[in-house]
């Protein structure tokens, strides 16, 4: 994973041409094994990551992002035993993502709980990003455009922000019935 940032040094491209990374790959055939990805820096503290204008979300390009491929796909458990619905990248500031202790109830049990959550069926079908681009629509005081570029990111921002929490509250049902087709056609 390269972290992808405006102010960097280090790209897929110096690594790919690296003479060490070069005789690593040849050396041992692990082109086919290996995947060298770019991938936007989250600032887990308060506080923007300086990014690269054209890996920014906004208006013109949040129909190019998709759903969520870790929400109710990837559990994680945590050395605390504390069962989280995503990857967890962000989810430690994000309680709705957070299932449960293994201590106080089964895995089955809280995957099945996460599993008949709306919000968390609509990030797999639609992404934070769509999902935040929809509730400005509804409230355009609702500033989210080019501040994010990592999905994890816009999610915890989704998650944070009372306006965008506020239009999901007030409007979700608009949007239940495409959600929940969708969603089913994905699981086929």
């Known amino acids: 994973m ?15 041409e690296h003479p060490l990374a ?7 055939d692990l082109d086919a094994n290996v995947t060298i990805v770019e991938s936007p820096w989250i600032a887990m503290e308060d506080g923007e990551v300086p990014y690269d204008t054209n890996c ?13 491929t870790s929400i109710l796909s990837t ?3 945590t050395p605390q035993k504390e069962l989280f619905a995503c990857c967890g990248i962000t989810a430690e500031k994000i309680p709705e993502v957070k299932l449960g202790l293994l201590d106080q ?4 049990d809280m995957y099945e709980a996460a599993s008949n959550d709306f919000i968390k069926i609509w990030l797999a079908v639609d992404g934070p990003e769509k999902i935040v681009a929809w509730a400005a629509q509804k409230d355009p005081s609702i500033d989210w455009e ?10 915890r921002f989704m998650y944070q922000s009372p306006q965008v929490k506020r ?7 608009e949007v239940v019935g495409d959600v929940l087709l969708r969603f ?5």
């Open 2 to 16: 390269v972290e992808l940032q405006a102010e960097r040094r280090v790209t897929k491209q110096v690594l790919l």
């Open 22 to 28: 070069q005789g690593l790959f040849d050396e041992h």
């Open 56 to 68: 920014l979300i906004n208006a013109d390009n949040v129909h190019l992002r998709s759903g969520c």
């Open 75 to 77: 559990i994680v458990v």
């Open 105 to 108: 109830a089964n895995m089955h």
């Open 146 to 155: 080019n501040r994010f570029a990592h999905q994890c990111d816009i999610c």
């Open 167 to 173: 239009v999901i509250r007030e409007h979700y049902q």
């Open 184 to 188: 089913s056609l994905l699981r086929s």
